[in-house]
């Protein structure tokens, strides 16, 4: 049974910084690519970052380039989002997805 569970959010003061982890059972992990979304209250989910099942060839939504980092551990199964100089906007629910898996998500709040 394939699970993804996302850990590491909370509430953060404008330009703190938070690390995201994904950590997935059940699946052989460094076969797939891994994604990070984020739903904001009342709006879509939308895309933020994705890595490559290499780890290479990392892509990111314009609103996170340049402060938000993507990356993977094979050996730990899991993916990381470091995100850094935080923002209000950033307030969402932010969600892993492996291999057509959604995570359970996990709450980042930005606020002063």
């Known amino acids: 049974q394939v699970q993804l569970v996302e850990s590491g959010g909370g509430l953060v003061q404008p330009g703190g910084s938070l690390r995201l982890s994904c950590s997935a059972s059940?699946?052989?992990?460094?076969?797939?690519?891994a994604t990070w979304y984020r739903q904001a209250p009342g709006k879509e989910r939308l895309f933020v970052a994705l890595?490559?099942?290499?780890?290479?060839?990392?892509k990111y939504a314009d609103s996170v380039k340049n402060r938000f980092f993507i990356s993977r551990d094979d050996d730990k199964k899991t993916v990381y989002l470091q995100m850094n100089g935080l923002k209000p906007e950033d307030t969402a629910v932010y969600y892993c997805?492996?291999?057509?898996?959604w995570g359970q998500g996990i709450q980042v709040t930005v606020s002063s």
């Open positions: 997805f492996v291999n057509g898996y």
């Open positions: 059940g699946l052989v992990f460094s076969l797939f690519g």
């Open positions: 890595i490559s099942r290499s780890g290479g060839s990392p």
